[in-house]
């Protein structure tokens, strides 16, 4: 949930400071992880250390703080386990294995990708619709610094939409493109990124993120019941995320989104 790099002080105690991952889970269904950050670690430290890992990630793009928990998932790390990995295509790479095992080698990491126990399995994921585990998938492209791509996952008969790194326009109108609308369409949670505030953005207008307001603008073009501001800015502690959070709950009246909440480490959204 928190955004660029992982940090961990007495300021940011309450919302946490690990970097983007999110799990999704049904019964009688692999887990869809959302990101491979740092927090993933501490998910794969709640699974069941007697069951052999089965699960998909979807990878929003290959920045550090979207794909450093990897090597650090210990249910990949036992013979038996499959993961399959999914992201956008990595032109300077020539693939989307190719771009994990330039990043996860020597001298930069000790290991490699193959070198994992578990069978880890990478495959490209752009603008296309996928079947997952019985999950239907949707891939869109959305602005940012270099491929990324958000998705739109529907299982267990409710539907996510994750936007964890979003570019809003730097001038001219704050115009959603018609990819991010058809990825949040009446969704009944948008995890979507909210990382600066507007004094901030003016600053940074071309860093790739964008502001709590935009978000809110997102959910409510796109008619998204509840609203998770997400990727906040490791220079934002808790005090500074409340504010962020208490200004856009008063801003969502009135504009049909039902909840807005701020991701923290360990929240838990149940879904009947």
Not at 8 to 30: F, I, K
Not at 61 to 66: E, F, G, K, P
Not at 112 to 118: N, R, S
Not at 212 to 239: I, K, Y
Request: net charge negative; proline share 6%.
């Amino acid at each position: 949930m928190r955004g660029s790099t992982p940090c961990s002080c007495d300021s940011t105690r309450r919302y946490g400071g690990n970097t983007a991952c999110v799990a999704l889970e049904t019964s009688g269904q692999p887990p869809i992880v959302l990101d491979l950050g740092t927090g993933l670690r501490f998910w794969g430290d709640t699974l069941d250390e007697t069951e052999c890992f089965r699960g998909s990630a979807l990878v929003s793009h290959l920045h550090w703080d979207h794909i450093q928990g990897l090597p650090f998932f210990t249910p990949v790390l036992r013979p038996g386990a499959r993961f399959d990995v999914y992201a956008p295509p990595q032109s300077g790479e020539g693939s989307v294995e190719g771009a994990f095992n330039a990043i996860m080698r020597p001298p930069f990491f000790p290991v490699t990708a193959e070198e994992l126990l578990g069978d880890i399995r990478f495959h490209e994921a752009w603008n296309v619709d996928l079947n997952i585990e019985g999950a239907k998938v949707m891939a869109r492209e959305v602005p940012h610094v270099g491929p990324t791509s958000g998705y739109r996952i529907e299982m267990g008969g409710t539907t996510v939409a994750y936007i964890p790194d979003h570019q809003m326009p730097s001038e001219g109108p704050l115009t959603v493109s018609d990819a991010v609308l058809e990825l949040c369409d009446g969704v009944d949670l948008l995890i979507h990124d909210s990382q600066y505030t507007v004094a901030e953005f003016s600053a940074k207008s071309t860093w790739g993120h964008c502001t709590a307001e935009f978000a809110l603008q997102v959910a409510h073009e796109a008619g998204a019941r509840r609203l998770v501001l997400f990727h906040h800015d490791p220079s934002h502690g808790d005090a500074a995320v409340d504010e962020i959070l208490a200004r856009a709950q008063g801003l969502a009246r009135g504009t049909g989104v039902e909840e807005v909440m701020a991701a923290h480490e360990g929240l838990v959204i149940s879904f009947d």
